[in-house]
């Protein structure tokens, strides 16, 4: 059974030729600079979730720039280098989207404590709803879970340009997906809230 996700359900809807180019001939997207500046900064933010690297987190927030800590700066240097985006200007996107996300209450703690906070909280569930069977996978950037799992907050970290309008906020695809997941994962969960970050 095909898995879905919020991508290949949008392209599908935006393309039929392109979804068939992408997922059943396999020919690979065309990457941009945009795609792969995300690449690194979701990268520097699962490495930041992990409370044994606080410290680094902390010497960021305190010195306002990613480049001074010296394992990040390496970090960094290697795969902009790799993926052609150590311009300039693309490092300097890479530093104030990274600050962007890390400013923006990392540990989840405006809500309380969390009792869990994953980064990259994989799902892959099947359910049959209503006589539907169906498959859904993805990545959740950052989960926080509190009150004993009662309660949800799921951060999604967008580096596009363009924020969500109309149809995109009150009937987003993504978002009822990674509730769904969220409530697969968590039966106990009973408040689910979701926030788009765009650290543009």
Request: hydrophobic share 35%; proline share 2%; charged share 30%.
């Amino acid at each position: 059974m095909k898995a879905l996700s919020a991508s290949k359900i949008k392209k599908a809807q935006s393309c039929s030729w392109s979804y068939w180019a992408t997922y059943h001939l396999k020919i690979p997207d065309k990457s941009n600079d945009g795609a792969s500046r995300g690449t690194i900064c979701h990268l520097i933010f699962e490495l930041l979730g992990d409370l044994k690297h606080r410290e680094i987190y902390d010497e960021i927030i305190l010195k306002d720039n990613i480049y001074l800590c010296e394992p990040i700066r390496r970090l960094v240097s290697y795969h902009a280098k790799k993926l052609n985006v150590n311009d300039e200007e693309n490092l300097q996107l890479i530093n104030d989207m990274t600050l962007s996300g890390l400013h923006f209450d990392f540990f989840g703690g405006k809500n309380g404590k969390p009792d869990q906070s994953i980064s990259e909280q994989s799902f892959d569930i099947t359910t049959d709803e209503m006589g539907k069977l169906y498959r859904v996978r993805g990545f959740i950037d950052k989960l926080f879970l509190y009150d004993k799992g009662k309660r949800a907050v799921i951060r999604d970290f967008k580096t596009s340009k363009k924020v969500y309008v109309g149809s995109e906020i009150t009937d987003n695809l993504q978002n009822l997906i990674y509730c769904l997941a969220v409530k697969k994962m968590y039966p106990n969960c009973k408040e689910l809230q979701t926030e788009f970050l765009f650290l543009k």
